[in-house]
């Protein structure tokens, strides 16, 4: 003969029908990675134009104002595709459909200004220039998969 635990003590209510709520639409895990890699992107463009900015204020030192505006320019536009990257992840986690949009608009921050580091440096950023192009694009091309595409509902 099968034993049964006791009851539980008076006072003390019994179990519910139902105690978890169904499930809401689960993000998909490259809407997540995608997310990541604008995160560690903006970090790395925002480090870079703190360091642009830096260089600026040394080259003013040496009287070089053309290095010294182009260093804070460039120091600029890293900070604000920084920042886009960012609010870019922020709504690709949250599930906003402009995430889409502003994590291009990151991206193509990014490309414009790796094609611009290496028309007027040759080949010394060229493993940077990389290393940006590949998180972006690689984030980028995440966002195109068709689950992705329908959590951020493009």
């Known amino acids: 003969m099968t034993s049964y635990p006791p009851p539980p003590p008076p006072g003390y209510p019994g179990p519910y029908a139902n105690p978890y709520a169904p499930p809401g639409p689960q993000r998909p895990g490259l809407g997540t990675a995608a997310a990541v890699l604008a995160f560690v992107a903006a970090g790395l463009l925002i480090v870079a134009g703190l360091m642009l900015m830096a260089g600026g ?26 920042g886009v990257l960012i609010a870019a992840g922020v709504g690709v986690l949250s599930g906003r459909a ?25 080949l010394p950023p060229l ?11 690689t984030g980028a091309s995440f966002l195109q998969a068709q689950d992705v595409r329908r959590w951020l509902s493009v």
């Open 127 to 137: 493993f940077w220039a990389v290393v940006f192009l590949g998180l972006v694009i």
């Open 57 to 82: 204020s040394v080259a003013n030192l040496f009287d070089d104002n053309a290095k010294t505006a182009e260093l804070i320019v460039c120091g600029v536009i890293n900070l604000a595709g920084g």
């Open 98 to 122: 402009q995430a889409y949009r502003s994590y291009l608009g990151g991206s193509l921050i990014v490309v414009i200004m790796a094609i611009y580091w290496l028309a007027r440096y040759g």
